[in-house]
């Protein structure tokens, strides 16, 4: 199985900050990455796919990037609503499995 | 947009069985499968299993296997996971979602419903 390792598992930042979260993949995964974000006793929803494409409705300052095994979500400008835990999945192969999260709190 | 409602869930003992539904008021363009992910109390996410939209093909995480079905009625737009021999380890919450497996995303996902395995 693919093993995904999100860091930091917590973070805590400011309204404008700029946050980078990271994903490393335990083997080559090519594009096939994603990324949630998930509010407390909500569902998750889909940011990012194929580790770099922004999906409709998502606001710019959320890009991904990748670089080998390594992915990367950055939030340029953090506003209110942007706290809350991520997550991010490979789609190489069965089974699909998803890091651990990270929480994005309010300093 | 489309949305997906689930319902089934509640509370079961160890051993036992539940059947979970979930209903699509449409169709999610670009996907191909159907999922469910679930989450246990304060967890993470976990993938469950996925079923191609035709029914053809199916795919389980290991944990489940011979235990959980994933079975869809196209007809009726609805995706269902047959749940056996219920564990402990099973209680979470149950997502159903739209999986596209040429792009490798999940969109969109229900509210959840609740399973919680106890005596």
């Known amino acids: 199985d693919i093993q995904m390792t999100q860091s930091p598992s917590s973070v805590s930042a400011s309204v404008g900050d700029r946050v980078t979260i990271t994903c490393r993949a335990s083997?080559?995964?090519?594009?096939?990455l994603g990324w949630y974000q998930q509010k407390p006793g909500k569902a998750p929803k889909l940011l990012i796919y194929?580790?770099?494409t922004l999906q409709s409705g998502v606001p710019s300052r959320f890009s991904g990037s990748e670089s080998g095994t390594d992915f990367t979500l950055t939030i340029s400008s953090l506003q209110p609503e942007d706290f809350a835990t991520y997550y991010c999945?490979?789609?190489?192969?069965?089974?699909?499995?998803f890091g651990q999260g990270t929480r994005l709190e309010i300093k | 947009e489309v949305q997906l409602v689930e319902s089934g869930g509640g509370l079961v003992q160890p051993g036992g069985s539940l059947r979970l539904s979930c209903a699509s008021s449409?169709?999610?363009?670009?996907?191909?499968?159907m999922s469910w992910v679930r989450q246990a109390p304060g967890k993470g996410l976990e993938w469950v299993a996925n079923?191609?939209?035709?029914?053809?093909?199916?795919f389980y995480v290991d944990s489940v296997k011979g235990r959980f079905t994933i079975s869809r009625d196209t007809a009726k737009n609805s995706l269902y996971l047959q749940m056996n021999s219920l564990r402990a380890e099973d209680t979470a919450v149950y997502y159903c979602?739209?999986?596209?497996?040429?792009?490798?995303?999940?969109?969109?996902w229900g509210q959840g419903t609740l399973v919680a395995v106890s005596s």
């Open positions: 449409g169709f999610r363009s670009g996907s191909d499968y």
């Open positions: 979602v739209y999986y596209s497996s040429t792009l490798g995303w999940f969109d969109p």
């Open positions: 079923i191609k939209q035709d029914g053809s093909a199916t």
């Open positions: 083997q080559g995964i090519r594009s096939w």
């Open positions: 999945q490979q789609a190489n192969s069965y089974p699909i499995t």
């Open positions: 194929a580790a770099s």
